[in-house]
């Protein structure tokens, strides 16, 4: 072990849980003032709180893919405003060529003052209901340049010396077909910010200007060696790994999402060589998500007393080629990133695998499907109903997959039933689990989750995005993958199967179900414990003719399982193989 | 005064039962008894027939019985509940499994999800609808849930939920469902959604209403035990339980509705809290409890404790964080506001890899416990290292009850703390306890500045076994001026089951979207208070005695996070609604720093309180002036670290009893048979008349 370099470990302690607190302070200020449902129960944001060089310090994390946003768009504000940040200044930002990512993640940041001498900065970014442009939503896959994705805003002050700018208000305010909830996200975000000034400024005042700053080099130092000791412990090499998104919504076929991973003594290289050239739909990613993606795998296998701050990136140096998918040139549309985002994910945690065959699982169901529709009411008010629909974990080196949960990389939540039908123009039909969905392996896969809404109003425009039909989610070590994701339009005998990328209009009665991916199962599904595949009958998360057919488990009509028969049945199938 | 009646006080935990007798004439008489897991109410009635033969008392001369328990937490946490069976909405059987589906801690690919307390089997559903508007769309068909209902009886269903989507826009569907049940079928509990939780939210409701299914038969059981065990002891007062949100109900209404007990653990000594606040007249508190394994914090102002809407049971600490969701069973009851930390006497201290301290969450726990107890533990704990800095007493702690092997204490700090730091034993101790103080400032926060509440404006009020030993040093890294440790801090939970007040709740759900209609309110809250009067008289409480609040849970249109507003109790106006909303605006702005007026403001529910006093509130004075006069023993000093700026002090020791009215500096070791109180330099303290030490700082 290094020799210890923290010069008083007591307060460094002290002051590594007081900076966190400061974020986390600053997000539950979002999610308890926000008035969108895509920022208070998708919890689609991040706060962050960075030193006077633009350095993250502490990040009030809520959305993991959110790890690597903040650093490229700080440095871009420094290079940009050198000289020309005052107090009282707020800046914004949401133009992907300065920093951003897609247009609905509107940055906030606020210089942190004390007598005229810049300190840190508040930073808070968070995912908006609506951005103008030709969808309500802001989400559509089907753009072709991000001039239709809606307002672009370059880094500009919002507040200048605390007065604010009418100007940018009443631009933002015209462009957006949700003003009111945009304005609410707006004063959240402004809240935050100023709940995170509050916070650096006491331990200011409690440490000092210089004393603070070098306790921050400190925790940034410790980090970073944390880090660094932890790639250490991996073997020396490179594990590659491919994976797959369906089509572009144009026609593209597949698009291939390639990392090679290089661990050498004490640091890490993710080259995405290989991967496809940028798209003409709007899946284009940045290649500040694309770090996000890296940070985000990385994190789910070190230990968690390893923080998310500027000595986390040191370590890690992500290559995206230019032109590709994941580092796109202007104009390409972006506003599905989130997609291509998670397909990342799965891809390095693929090739992770290969590194740590105990710790990572199968495939879960590929990420969050986002549905939106928006038109008018008959009082010609606006809707926008934007739903991320979530499906589960695939299985794990020692457990099964989770049914109804998160993907990894986005912690999100749902919006009640009930909220849905008493705000939006739709009614739910079903939410729940399909059976025979999950990929089958000694631990299951998650199960598929099905969501069917008929819609209430005269007419809309539907949007979807979707993924995994063509290449469902991987399974690994002998398990199989998960069952492929579907959007059906009014089931029944006259159905109709929409693409994974959809944008339509819709009528009054129109039912619309969604089915997400199956997760992958781990392992030879042979292997499975025939008690825990009887459990799942009596579940009806399988049938017993899925138990038999992936299992090799014979579960009787009264619900037993006949050891006799499965045993021959798995020998007979080994043998087969 | 004189002795003619008893109040009675029962708090039961995993381990221990204590019981306190609080007599006419002031007496206080207490116990501490194991816990009889098996038949918890054994421990109780021992224990009361001894302290009523101490006291020469007869059961009769009992007023009430007042009562606490973690059973129905522990139920949970030990899935010792009823075999539950859930009815829900055609689509939607799978609502309590798919949750929110948030997990607590990022980054942790080998999270599980807790299994729901009814498995997908036991999950069924019934072909009917209720649309958002309250229309029935579908009524269910009865014989189609007698069907279902057969089956689930021969798999051995004990317990069943019911929960359909919309319930709390129109119950109909749902209680004709619940009805033709309870004709049908009538050993089998039913506990429908509309009767247990009207509100809107599918998953919260349902989730809410299945714990309630789960607990039913053991809480109704314990209870109906305890009350003819009771009885044949010749003792007939009302039986009263203490609920989550820190009221007392009837024994029978807590035996239909058990998940309002959940919390009913921690909410007593909060209770104790406000009640010796409004006898200060202190308007500010926060009280900190602090015990071996967790300190606890939760605000009380002008006497009133602070509440929350909904909490997570069985899944590890609750900070009631928003954010820290899908980490237990949703249980949306009002409750108490507790912030809970992983902080206490017994939390282990550890190095990490990258050489940097950490204290806690995890806890050496009852057993081993400390190093310095010598009974076997080999980890340093928060305790060994307050016993090497001389805070608490080398050889004993509890009066006696309790070795302490000091050598075993500095063995532990010095090699796996001392050694790896480089730092002196003492720095190191001094670190240990630094590093304790700070983590658990997090509940400090969590209940005053993420509330929109200055620290500074309140005093501390410390109490558990270890609250008083770190109070000071909290308060001070607030700047709060004050530290009050009561009477018995050990004790001062039981106490609270004597303070607290009967209290009913009523909800009604109130249309969302609906422009607010001042007739329409007005007739809710009058039919809810005439409701709730009537059922109070029934059970003795006379209408005149009956307090009544009304409040708003009121938002921003489009928000989901609501804050309760109180109603005038007048007949509403118009003009009181925009007086409503200008109080929302406030209350909002205190809340999170900044308000929207030109919003629009929605209510989406009402809610009623109904208070009163206990049979016999005279003698509910626990803390009444007292003096005791100083234990004869001469005053002696012991050496303290005060960390490197003070260094070692030869600090006195002195009982409680030994402060006077005028403040004494610091430093000081106070110390009672329950705790050790610290009063570090730079601090003064001095006994009030009611017996608590008063410690000033700066």
């Known amino acids: 072990m290094a020799e210890p370099a923290i010069r008083d470990p007591i307060t460094f302690e002290v002051v590594k849980n007081a900076l966190a607190s400061v974020a986390d302070e600053m997000a539950v200020t979002v999610v308890r003032t926000a008035h969108s449902q895509v920022v208070r129960d998708s919890l689609d944001f991040s706060t962050a709180i960075c030193d006077a060089h633009g350095r993250l310090v502490a990040q009030g994390l809520c959305l993991p893919l959110h790890l690597g946003s903040i650093p490229d768009a700080m440095a871009m504000l420094l290079r940009k405003y050198a000289g020309d940040i005052h107090p009282q200044d707020v800046f914004i930002l949401n133009d992907p060529e300065e920093g951003g990512m897609h247009l609905p993640d509107i940055f906030l940041f606020k210089p942190i003052f004390q007598d005229n001498q810049l300190l840190g900065f508040a930073v808070c970014v968070a995912h908006y209901p609506d951005i103008g442009g030709r969808t309500a939503g802001g989400n559509a896959v089907d753009s072709t340049e991000i001039y239709q994705e809606g307002l672009q805003i370059p880094l500009l002050k919002l507040y200048h010396g605390g007065r604010r700018d009418e100007a940018l208000f009443s631009i933002l305010k015209k462009n957006v077909r949700i003003p009111d909830i945009v304005m609410g996200d707006l004063s959240a975000q402004m809240a935050a910010c100023h709940i995170g000034e509050e916070g650096y400024l006491r331990l200011v005042g409690r440490y000092g200007i210089e004393g603070l700053q070098n306790l921050i080099d400190e925790i940034l130092d410790y980090t970073e060696r944390m880090l660094r000791a932890e790639l250490g412990k991996f073997p020396v090499g490179t594990y590659s790994f491919e994976d797959y998104i369906d089509d572009d919504g144009f026609g593209s076929g597949p698009i291939t999402i390639c990392v090679s991973l290089t661990f050498s003594e004490d640091s890490l290289v993710a080259d995405f060589t290989g991967t496809s050239p940028q798209v003409r739909s709007a899946l284009n990613a940045t290649v500040s998500i694309t770090k996000s993606a890296v940070y985000t795998a990385l994190k789910c296998v070190v230990p968690s007393t390893i923080l998310s701050n500027d000595g986390f990136y040191r370590p890690i140096q992500v290559m995206v080629p230019r032109g590709t998918i994941l580092n796109p040139t202007h104009p390409a549309a972006r506003a599905a990133r989130g997609l291509t985002a998670f397909r990342t994910v799965d891809t390095i945690l693929g090739a992770l695998y290969q590194v740590l065959p105990s710790r990572i699982g199968a495939a879960g169901e590929g990420g969050a499907t986002m549905i939106s529709i928006g038109g008018e009411r008959l009082d010609d008010t606006p809707f926008v109903f934007v739903d991320f629909l979530c499906g589960g974990w695939g299985g794990r080196p020692h457990q099964d997959g989770i049914d109804g949960a998160s993907n990894i990389a986005a912690n999100l939540s749902n919006v009640p039933v009930e909220e849905v039908e008493l705000y939006q123009p739709v009614q739910v039909e079903e939410y729940g689990f399909v059976r025979d969905t999950g990929g089958a392996g000694k631990f299951r896969g998650c ?30 070590d002998r398990g199989q993958h998960g069952t492929s994701s579907w959007n059906i339009l009014n089931p029944g005998p006259d159905q109709e199967a929409l693409p994974t990328h959809v944008t339509r209009p819709i009528v009054h009665g129109d039912v619309l179900r969604h089915m997400t991916a199956g997760g992958g199962g781990f392992g030879d599904p042979l292997h499975r414990d025939p008690r825990l595949v009887l459990q799942d009958v009596l579940d009806e998360k399988i049938s017993r003719e899925h138990a038999l057919r992936e299992y090799g488990v014979v579960v009787t009509e009264a619900f037993d399982v006949d050891d006799e028969r499965t045993l021959r049945e798995r020998v007979r199938r080994r043998a087969a193989c | 005064m004189r002795l003619d009646s008893f109040r009675v006080g029962v708090d039961i935990g995993g381990t221990f039962t204590d019981i306190i007798m609080h007599g006419s004439d002031g007496s206080l008489r207490q116990l501490k008894v194991p816990s009889t897991p098996s038949r918890f109410e054994q421990a109780i009635i021992q224990g009361l027939q001894h302290l009523l033969h101490d006291a020469n008392g007869r059961p009769g001369m009992l007023s009430t019985v007042t009562h606490g328990t973690t059973i129905a937490t522990n139920t949970i946490l ?619 700082i700066g």
């Open chain 1, 447 to 476: 199960l598929s989750v099905a969501r069917q809404i008929r819609f209430l109003e005269q007419e809309g425009i539907l949007h979807i995005r979707s993924d995994r039909r063509r290449f469902p989610p991987y399974g690994l």
């Open chain 2, 78 to 696: 030990e899935g010792r509940g009823a075999v539950t069976a859930l009815l829900t909405t055609q689509g939607f059987r799978d609502v309590l499994e798919l949750g929110r589906l948030r997990y607590p801690v990022l980054h942790d690919l080998s999270w599980e999800k807790l299994k729901p307390l009814v498995p997908r089997r036991y999950r069924l559903e019934v072909a009917e609808r209720i649309n958002a508007n309250g229309e029935i769309e579908r009524a269910p068909d009865l014989d189609q849930v007698t069907a279902l209902v057969v089956t689930l009886r021969q798999q051995g269903i004990q317990s069943i939920a019911v929960c359909f989507i919309n319930s709390y826009a129109n119950p109909h569907n749902e209680k004709r469902v619940a009805e033709w049940l309870r004709a049908k079928f009538p050993d089998l509990h039913v506990s429908a959604s509309f009767e247990i939780l009207p509100e809107i939210k599918e998953y919260e409701r349902t989730s809410t209403t299945v714990v309630n299914a789960y607990i039913h038969q053991i809480i109704d059981g314990y209870l109906g035990n305890l009350e003819r065990e009771l009885r044949s002891l010749g003792i007939e007062c009302p039986l009263l339980m203490m609920q989550s949100n820190g009221g007392l109900v009837d024994a029978k209404t807590a035996r239909s509705k058990p998940v309002q007990l959940v919390e009913s653990g921690p909410a007593a000594g909060v209770t104790a809290a406000c009640f010796l606040a409004r006898k200060l007249d202190l308007p500010n508190v926060i009280a900190f409890d602090m015990g071996g394994t967790t300190a606890k914090a939760s605000l009380v102002e002008s006497g009133q404790p602070f509440e929350a809407p909904e909490y997570e049971v069985g899944g590890g600490m609750n900070t009631r964080r928003s954010l820290m969701k899908g980490n237990g069973y949703t249980v949306r009851v009002p409750s108490i506001d507790i912030a809970e930390v992983g902080a206490g006497g017994g939390s282990v201290v550890w190095i990490d890899d990258g050489n940097a301290p950490h204290v806690g969450p995890h806890s050496a726990g009852a057993v081993p416990g400390p190093a310095c107890y010598g009974h076997g533990g080999t980890l340093p704990t928060l305790t060994d290292a307050a016993v090497v800095l001389g805070f608490l007493n080398p050889e004993s702690l509890a009066g006696g009850t309790q070795k302490i092997h000091q050598a075993l204490a500095v063995d532990v700090i010095s090699k796996q703390v001392a050694e790896p730091l480089h730092l002196s034993l003492l720095e190191a101790a001094y670190g240990v306890y630094t590093i304790a103080v700070a983590n658990m400032s997090s509940v400090i926060r969590a209940v005053s500045s993420e509330r929109g509440r200055d620290p500074r404006d309140f005093v501390l009020m410390a109490f558990g076994g270890a609250g008083p030993l770190h109070a000071v040093e909290m308060a001070r890294s607030f700047e709060m001026p004050t530290v009050i440790v009561p009477i018995s801090p050990g004790l001062f939970s039981t106490m609270g089951l004597l303070m607290a007040n009967i209290q009913y709740h009523s909800i009604r759900s109130y249309a969302a979207r609906a422009e607010l209609d001042a007739e329409v309110i007005e007739a809710a809250f009058t039919d809810m208070e005439a409701c709730t009067l009537h059922d109070l008289e029934v059970m003795g409480y006379r209408p005149d005695h009956v307090r009544l609040g009304r409040f708003a849970d009121m938002r921003y249109a489009g928000q989901s996070y609501e804050l309760k507003i109180p109603v005038p109790s007048h007949p509403l106006t118009h003009r009181d609604l925009r007086q409503l909303r200008n109080q929302f605006g406030l209350e909002y702005e205190r809340t999170y720093g900044h308000q929207t007026p030109d919003q629009q403001t929605e209510i989406v529910n009402l809610r009623l309180r109904a208070t009163c006093s206990p049979p016999d509130a005279r003698s509910s004075d626990v803390f009444g002036e007292r003096e005791e006069l100083p234990p004869n023993t001469p005053e002696i000093t012991r050496d303290a670290y005060f960390g490197p700026d003070v260094g070692v002090l030869a600090t006195p020791i002195l009982s409680r009893w030994h402060l006077q009215s005028k403040p004494r500096p610091g430093p000081l070791i106070v110390e009672d048979m329950d705790a050790t109180t610290l009063v570090p330099p730079h601090s003064r303290a001095y006994q009030d008349s009611f017996g608590n030490i008063v410690i000033q």
